[in-house]
C-alpha cells in the first residue's frame, strides 16, 4: 500500500505555564489517506491547533513522529522542514490571510512562483482553481472587493494551488454564515479530491464533521475515531 498523506505517530507536546506543566498531547497518533478528508473534532483547549501546527512542521513535538508522504520529519533541520512545507503542506485558517494589495489570481500565483513555478505556468494553475472554486470571474479583484466567502475560497484555491500532499485547515469555515460555510466547504472537498490530497479539518462544526469521510476525537491529548 502507498503511504499515507499524513502519519502522526504517539506525538507529545507539553507546555510549561509558569508552575504547572501542561501535557496537552500525549501520544497522538493518527493517519490520512491521500485524498481522504478527515474532521479533528473535540473540546475548546483540547488541542486540536497544537496538533495542526505539529502537523504543519510549523512546531516540533516533544515526542513522536510526523511523517508527510511517507518522509519523516523527526531530526530534520528547519531549513529541510521549511522545504518540506512549501512543497508538501497546505494551510487553511479561519482568516483568509490574503495579501491585500495582490489580486485574487496574484495571491494563487505567489506561492507557486515561490516553489519555483514560471509565472505563466503559476497563472494557468491560478485560473483553473479559481474556475473549480467558482471564482471564474473573480481572478482580478483585490481581496477587500471580495465576499468572506469569496476571500476563503481564494484562501483554500492557494493552499492547493501547489498541490499538496496534505491540506490542513483550523476552523475553514468558522467565519462564514451556514449556508455560505457548507458552499466553501463543498469547493474544498471537490478540489482537494480532485488533486488526492489529504486534508485534515479542525472544526467544532459538527455538520460539516459529519459530511467528512470520517471523524477523530481529541480528548486527553489523544485521538480516537468518532461516531458523530
Ligand atoms: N504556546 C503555548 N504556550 C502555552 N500553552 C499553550 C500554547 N499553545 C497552546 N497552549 C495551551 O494548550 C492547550 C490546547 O490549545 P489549542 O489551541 O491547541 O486547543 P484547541 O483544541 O485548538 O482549542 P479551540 O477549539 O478553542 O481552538 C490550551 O490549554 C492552551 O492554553
Do not use: C, W
Not at 491547533?49 to 533541520?77: H, R
Not at 491585500?100 to 494563487?108: G, Y
Not at 491540506?167 to 466547504?185: C, H, K, M, Q, S
Amino acid at each position: 500500500m502507498s503511504d499515507p498523506a499524513l502519519r502522526l505517530d504517539g506525538v507529545i507536546r507539553t507546555f510549561r505555564q509558569g508552575e504547572r506543566t501542561l501535557e496537552v498531547l500525549r501520544g497522538a497518533s493518527l493517519e490520512v489517506r491521500t485524498g481522504e478528508i478527515v474532521a479533528l473534532v473535540g473540546p475548546s483547549g483540547a488541542g486540536k491547533s497544537t496538533l495542526l501546527q505539529i502537523a504543519g512542521l510549523l512546531e516540533k513535538p516533544d515526542g513522536g513522529d510526523v511523517a508527510i508522504a511517507g518522509q519523516s520529519a523527526a531530526g530534520l533541520n528547519d531549513d529541510r522542514r521549511t522545504a518540506m512545507r512549501r512543497t508538501l503542506l497546505g494551510f487553511v485558517y479561519q482568516y483568509h490571510h490574503l495579501l491585500p494589495e495582490f489580486t485574487a489570481a496574484e495571491n494563487v500565483i505567489l506561492p507557486q512562483m515561490i516553489a519555483g513555478k514560471s509565472r505563466k505556468e503559476a497563472a494557468v494553475r491560478a485560473a483553473e482553481l479559481l474556475g473549480q472554486m467558482g471564482l471564474a470571474e473573480r481572478g482580478d479583484h483585490r481581496p477587500a472587493r471580495l465576499s468572506g466567502g469569496e476571500q476563503q475560497r481564494v484562501a483554500i484555491a492557494r493552499a492547493l494551488a501547489n498541490l499538496p500532499a496534505v491540506l490542513l485547515a483550523d476552523e475553514p469555515t468558522g467565519n462564514l454564515d451556514p449556508g455560505t460555510a457548507g458552499r466553501v466547504f463543498d469547493h474544498l472537498v471537490e478540489v482537494a479530491r480532485a488533486a488526492g490530497t489529504g486534508v485534515l479539518v479542525a472544526t467544532h462544526n459538527l455538520q460539516l464533521a459529519r459530511q467528512m469521510d470520517r471523524a477523530v476525537l481529541m480528548e486527553d491529548g489523544v485521538l480516537r475515531e468518532a461516531a458523530l
